[in-house]
């Protein structure tokens, strides 16, 4: 948790029920795919979007003989994440077969880290408002290869195996039980992927299935929670269930919603939860049991003979420490403290890493509250607008800071860089070049701001008595003489100007 801020702890959702309140435990393991051009174990791409089965070694796809050969740069990957969860990294780590049969997974079984994962205990702070946030514990991440994909919609009578996703590396990020709500747990997740974009370890995809969630349910009575926290006795919650793959975070939350107001509504007629794997169905709006949970012996663990224990060098790890970027805790403190912006404001700019690299780009040398200005209201606000991101916006960071600059320097007016930023979005172009070359240049010669201001005042002299009793009507003044000069005038003379002659 950052030194200079204080947070305190969201209240738990309460879920009222036909006997009593129930509150709500969540603990998520999200599968994160490593951003890596090869797969964990063999040099197979990892794209998105190829032919089925064109990315396929023969590793991957079981050839008798073949051994699997650890990916370096997943290793680090892993170790990366580790380090931005705050988490402690383990030198000597080792591989397990899980074995399970799917008609995806060729092996027979998948390789993972049950015994020995590579990553150690670590937190994330899930920020739900101002001062507010949740600290989650994360419990371990291991890195494990995916399965591939079954096809059931392509004929009636047969289902097809696509084999590219098969070795894919990913990180298995475990929490601790510690959300409380539904809205924490998507808030949790949207950090987790926020924290990896900016990493570089996980593109966050959710729609190619890149990031995805299997969600821990359970429901107990208050202060049962608060009893397990003070002995981390399990008993003391509800049997739990998991609804496996979920990758939408609007559906992680309805997903939650139905099934905590399931299990209660059992347990209130008299029944007992079965701890079991369960699929959620946004067509419905309902989670349905897709098998019985499996413990860790159902799969029959035991150590990889094909892979030595991974160990590595504290040397190896603190390289990597050395080259992390700025993370979005931090990133957001400094824009706070430095730039004097508002939480909100700075949440807003660090949320996604594109967007702060092109903010600071903006801000640099230049006021921090008139760029953030410019790129929440204006440029954000057209660009969603428009369906497009900072990565594709018709006008670049140099842009927009030299919009900014024209007004800083008395060039242009607020008004004028409105219709400034209209040209740079639809011709582009220098901004000091077009004002010049348009004309747009605010005036501030005060002679010329007075005969307009004199001349004004001539035509109404009826308005000229009501705003003399009335001194909130001299902005009339002030927009009339601002509409005569095409809005070239400097507002701030022209108010300067009316209230003299108003004698105000």
């Known amino acids: 948790m950052l030194d200079h801020l204080t947070y305190t702890s969201p209240e738990p959702k309460v879920i009222q029920g036909a006997k009593q309140d129930w509150e709500l435990v969540i603990g998520l393991e999200v599968h994160a795919q490593v951003a890596s051009n090869a797969k964990l174990f063999s040099g197979a791409s990892t794209g998105f979007g190829a032919e089925p089965n064109s990315h396929v070694a023969f590793v991957d796809a079981a050839m008798p003989g073949m051994l699997p050969v650890i990916n370096e740069f997943c290793v680090a990957q892993a170790v990366r994440t580790g380090l931005g969860l705050k988490a402690g990294i383990n030198l000597r780590s080792a591989f397990d077969r899980k074995n399970y049969f799917y008609p995806d997974l060729p092996q027979g079984y998948q390789i993972s880290q049950l015994y020995h994962p590579i990553v150690g205990e670590g937190e994330v702070i899930v920020d739900m408002a101002p001062g507010v946030a949740r600290r989650v514990r994360i419990e371990r991440i291991h890195l494990e290869q995916d399965a591939g994909k079954s096809i059931h919609d392509m004929d009636p009578n047969m289902s097809f195996v696509d084999l590219n996703r098969t070795g894919v590396a990913l990180m298995e990020i475990v929490s601790r039980p510690d959300i409380r709500g539904p809205e924490e747990a998507a808030a949790y997740v949207a950090k987790l992927r926020q924290i990896m974009r900016y990493l570089g370890t996980c593109d966050g995809n959710m729609q190619n299935g890149n990031l995805r969630a299997d969600v821990n349910v359970s429901v107990c009575a208050p202060g049962a929670y608060e009893r397990y926290q003070e002995t981390q006795d399990f008993s003391h919650l509800g049997t739990r269930c998991e609804i496996k793959n979920m990758n939408s975070l609007r559906f992680i939350q309805a997903a939650i919603e139905y099934e905590a107001r399931r299990q209660i509504a059992i347990i209130e007629d008299g029944g007992k939860i079965v701890q079991e794997t369960r699929l959620y169905d946004p067509d419905k709006g309902e989670t349905r049991s897709m098998r019985s949970k499996e413990e860790a012996h159902d799969y029959r663990y035991f150590p990889d003979p094909d892979l030595l224990p991974l160990e590595i060098e504290q040397a190896w790890v603190d390289g990597i420490a050395a080259d992390m970027p700025e993370l979005p805790d931090e990133k957001k403190a400094r824009f706070v403290q430095e730039l004097s912006l508002s939480e909100y404001d700075a949440g807003v700019l660090t949320a996604e890493v594109e967007n702060a690299n092109f903010f600071e780009a903006v801000a640099q040398g230049r006021d921090g509250k008139m760029a953030a200005n410019w790129v929440i209201n204006e440029l ?20 927009l800071g030299g919009v900014i600059d024209l007004i800083a320097d008395g060039s242009i007016s607020g008004k004028i860089a409105k219709d400034l930023f209209e040209i740079l979005w639809t011709e582009g172009g220098e901004p000091a070049a077009i004002v010049e070359a348009r004309g747009m240049k605010q005036v501030t010669d005060l002679g010329a701001i007075e005969k307009a201001v004199d001349e004004i005042i001539a035509a109404n002299p009826a308005q000229v008595e009501k705003a ?5 009507l001299a ?8 509409k005569a000069t095409g809005g ?10 009316v209230s003299q002659k108003l004698g105000q």
């Open 488 to 497: 070239k005038a400097n507002p701030a003379a022209v108010q300067d100007l």
């Open 475 to 482: 902005g009339w003044f002030v927009g009339q003489v601002l």
């Open 468 to 472: 003399k009793a009335n001194p909130k």
């Open 380 to 399: 954000f606000g057209r660009l969603n607008k428009e369906g497009l991101s900072v990565e594709t916006s018709p006008v670049s960071s140099a842009q």
